[in-house]
């Protein structure tokens, strides 16, 4: 038995019928010939189980604890090859757009916690022959960096790897526990982790400087620009639990082409490419606010080297510009407030323990849950940000399943309430994918969203800024120039 940690545990408290707490992506795959494509499933499947001992998010269950008083625990259990690895197959022709619905519709049930939270489906019937592998898995436990660890469990880096025989464990005996045993095993780590306290609270000490100065720099921005309150849009308000997603793939040597023009970073580009694209997207529904949107942009803080499959991020909020109608200038804008805001997360991150006691959290954060499905109380309650977007760093080579090669890897990931849209980027053997994931009930169709994504790049692409001592010394000019017109 193995405790959830706080943040781990949060994403399962917070979970709904509305609001499911399960990450994915999605892969095309090319098995390279018709005879490889009609027995892929049968060879998927069969490779799944030889690798079951390779990775504890394929074992591992989670069991609460009597009464839910505390934060669960990870035990063992025993997958079902049957109910974990699915096919489907599309109706002819097997398009993108098919593809994006299935999807959708795969990543909208809850996930059944009596089981290891983690399903792979193989979809058939595509264009070309090839096929598509949708990886399901809950966010608790995984973040952006420990779902690449697990990636490498069902991968390969060659369509025909050695045997791995000798080096692949066995998967672990499921454990029989009784409810007495959880009992025992919470009240243990509850007095551990108030054993704890003193520690932590000298941990928090030593890095209080950095916190305060951070604090301030906070109070600074916020005295002068305002609280940075994000308006309201269509995105911000209650929502099903029906998805809507659409993915779309850009060159990473193009990003990094526009970064290296507008001396920002690829993430700059990534953040800036949306921007515009919700602009647009608003506008073409008259509900553009004359506010700047902002988005909170999750970090990793876990350490070098660090594995463990738990989630270690922090969000920071960044304001998107929408108000500004110039790309270029926009995307400078968005390079400076994002320089603003990783300066003040880095310094309050330190202030956030791994874990902490639990007892009669996951009562309060149910409560929490089902109060944020009354829309009346979204719509009542002050928006810190509009929309999600994160960037992951993900395989650099060609990665292939089954012996199939993997075409493409987007994301797929979670809406909230007052969030309905989140945007995940995954970097993949030299190019960037785009996974936009919605709510059906406020997003049923993004395609518009991710058209607007290529234009915006295009804009960016199209006409690059010059060096910044160059734009230093044209701006003086430009302030006397605007003085006559007035």
Same mark, same amino acid.
């Given at each position: 038995?193995?405790?959830?940690? !706080?943040?781990?545990?949060? +994403? /399962? %408290?917070?979970?709904?019928?509305? &609001? $499911?707490?399960?990450? =994915? ?119 952006? !960096?420990?779902?690449?660890? +697990? /990636? %490498?469990?069902?991968?390969?880096? &060659? $369509?025909?790897?050695? =045997? ?133 942009? $999750? ?188």
């Amino acid at each position: 038995m193995k405790p959830v940690k !706080a943040i781990d545990a949060a +994403f /399962l %408290q917070l979970e709904t019928a509305a &609001t $499911p707490m399960h990450v =994915g992506a999605l892969f095309v795959l090319d098995p390279g010939s018709p005879q490889a494509s009609r027995t892929f499933f049968r060879r998927f499947k069969a490779g799944i189980g030889a690798r079951l001992g390779r990775s504890e998010v394929f074992t591992r269950r989670i069991a609460a604890l009597p009464l839910n008083v505390a934060n669960p625990l990870w035990i063992d259990g025993d997958p079902d090859l049957d109910y974990h690895v699915r096919r489907t197959v599309l109706p002819e022709p097997g398009n993108q757009h098919q593809l994006e619905e299935c999807v959708a519709d795969l990543h909208t049930p809850v996930m059944d916690r009596e089981r290891p939270l983690w399903e792979l489906h193989v979809i058939e019937g595509l264009e070309d022959g090839r096929v598509a592998l949708y990886v399901k898995t809950h966010h608790a436990g995984l973040d952006g !960096a420990s779902a690449q660890v +697990f /990636l %490498q469990s069902f991968v390969d880096t &060659t $369509p025909h790897p050695p =045997g791995q025989r000798g080096r692949t464990r066995p998967p672990p005996e499921p454990e029989r526990v009784t409810p007495r045993d959880l009992l025992l095993a919470g009240v243990r780590h509850q007095a551990a982790q108030v054993g704890r306290l003193p520690q932590v609270a000298a941990g928090l000490a030593g890095n209080l400087a950095d916190a305060v100065r951070g604090i301030r720099a906070t109070l600074a921005a916020v005295a002068e620009h305002g609280p940075g309150l994000a308006p309201r849009t269509p995105l911000n308000v209650a929502i099903t639990g029906e998805r809507s997603f659409a993915s779309v793939e850009f060159p990473l040597a193009q990003v990094k082409s526009v970064a290296r023009a507008h001396e920002a970073t690829i993430n700059d580009v990534i953040l800036a490419a949306c921007a515009g694209a919700l602009r647009r997207w608003l506008m073409l529904h008259d509900a553009l606010p004359d506010e700047p949107l902002r988005t909170a942009v $999750p970090f990793s803080t876990r350490d070098p080297g660090n594995t463990d499959h738990s989630i270690q991020v922090s969000f920071m909020s960044i304001g998107l510009h929408t108000d500004e109608a110039d790309p270029h200038r926009r995307l400078r804008a968005i390079h400076t407030s994002a320089l603003e805001s990783k300066a003040a997360a880095s310094r309050i991150k330190a202030l956030m323990p791994e874990d902490l006691p639990s007892v009669g959290l996951p009562w309060l954060l149910g409560t929490l849950a089902r109060v944020m499905t009354l829309g009346a109380v979204v719509d009542r309650v002050p928006l810190p940000i509009n929309v999600i977007i994160s960037n992951v760093a993900g395989p650099p080579m060609t990665l292939y399943v089954a012996g199939a090669r993997a075409l493409t890897y987007s994301p797929v990931s979670i809406p909230y309430h007052g969030c309905a849209l989140n945007v995940t980027v995954y970097s993949y053997d030299g190019r960037l994918f785009f996974g936009l994931t919605g709510a059906r009930s406020a997003l049923p169709d993004l395609r518009d969203l991710a058209e607007g994504l290529q234009v915006e790049l295009d804009l960016l692409a199209a006409a690059p800024v010059a060096p910044r001592s160059t734009r230093a010394r044209s701006k003086a000019p430009a302030r006397r120039r605007s003085g006559a017109r007035r």
